[in-house]
């Protein structure tokens, strides 16, 4: 068996340091003035592994998958509420060192919400110094415009469903650029709807003919139990969701999540 380059990153998680519940986390590095070099920040680092990317349009592209700690979201159909709390602290470079020990060209930061930590934008621009293609999956409610330029973003739009739809932060729309994507995880009929009008309202499919966005993503909600810190959700069948973007001609890109489908859905690590 190859000995897995990413195993010394993998965080303790028994003796992870609680952060704040709800509250944006902000790494000790971050707090102590700017680094002379940026590869000596730090980031609180949930996991960090080696898969097959499951959403998006970048969906079955083998990906380096680096999960940061901490959110300040609770939605209902959360499935990585490990990710809150659990982590340890891990320098940008060692992360990229261990990105880039993989040969694999394509890296997602997601959490949690990746960019709710200051160095997590240093970490972004390191790997794009290093020719890798980044994605970086974020909640929306978090300012993505001081992302390097050379990211892709793919911004959630939380819908009532989530429970955290006055999250969202609604002049990051205005800063998508063309290759970024938007993605709306749907619990039930109404957040269907709301999605609906939401895309209308706000012009985002006449934004993807000009190529303006690279693409609208709707994802039917797996179910999830209650958990410590969030409600649950029953989830939403995919074939209704398909039948319904269908009966309507809706301009969008249905989406599962692959990995679940691959992997049993709770699998952490895929
Ligand atoms: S699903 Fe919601 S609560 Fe969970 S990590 Fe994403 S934004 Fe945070």
Aim: glycine content about 8%; overall charge negative.
């Amino acid at each position: 068996m190859q000995p897995n380059p990413l195993q010394h990153l993998m965080p303790t998680c028994s003796g992870a340091k609680a952060a704040a519940a709800g509250s944006v986390l902000t790494p000790a590095a971050s707090t102590s003035g700017e680094h002379a070099d940026p590869r000596a920040g730090t980031v609180r680092l949930n996991e960090i592994f080696h898969s097959i990317q499951g959403e998006s349009t970048w969906a079955g592209a083998p990906c380096v998958f680096v999960r940061l700690t901490g959110c300040p979201l609770r939605c209902t159909y959360c499935d990585t509420e490990y990710a809150f709390r659990e982590g340890r602290t891990a320098t940008l470079g060692e992360i990229v060192d261990a990105v880039r020990a993989t040969g694999c060209p394509l890296v997602q930061l997601t959490g949690g919400e990746p960019l709710a930590q200051k160095r997590a934008f240093d970490l972004i621009r390191l790997l794009c110094d290093h020719g890798l293609t980044v994605l970086i999956e974020t909640s929306g409610a978090v300012d993505i415009s001081p992302c390097d330029e050379r990211a892709i973003r793919i911004l959630d739009i939380k819908t009532p469903g989530s429970g955290e739809s006055a999250r969202n932060l609604w002049s990051n729309i205005s800063n998508l650029r063309a290759r970024d994507e938007v993605k709306f995880v749907l619990t039930d009929r109404p957040d269907y709807e709301w999605a609906v009008a939401t895309i209308a309202e706000r012009g985002l499919s006449e934004r993807v003919q000009r190529g303006e966005l690279g693409a609208i993503l709707l994802s039917a909600a797996w179910e999830q139990p209650k958990g410590l810190e969030i409600a649950g959700c029953a989830g939403l069948s995919p074939r209704s969701l398909a039948e319904w973007i269908v009966a309507d001609r809706l301009p969008v890109r249905m989406q599962t999540q692959l990995h679940k489908i691959i992997w049993e859905p709770h699998t952490r690590g895929v």
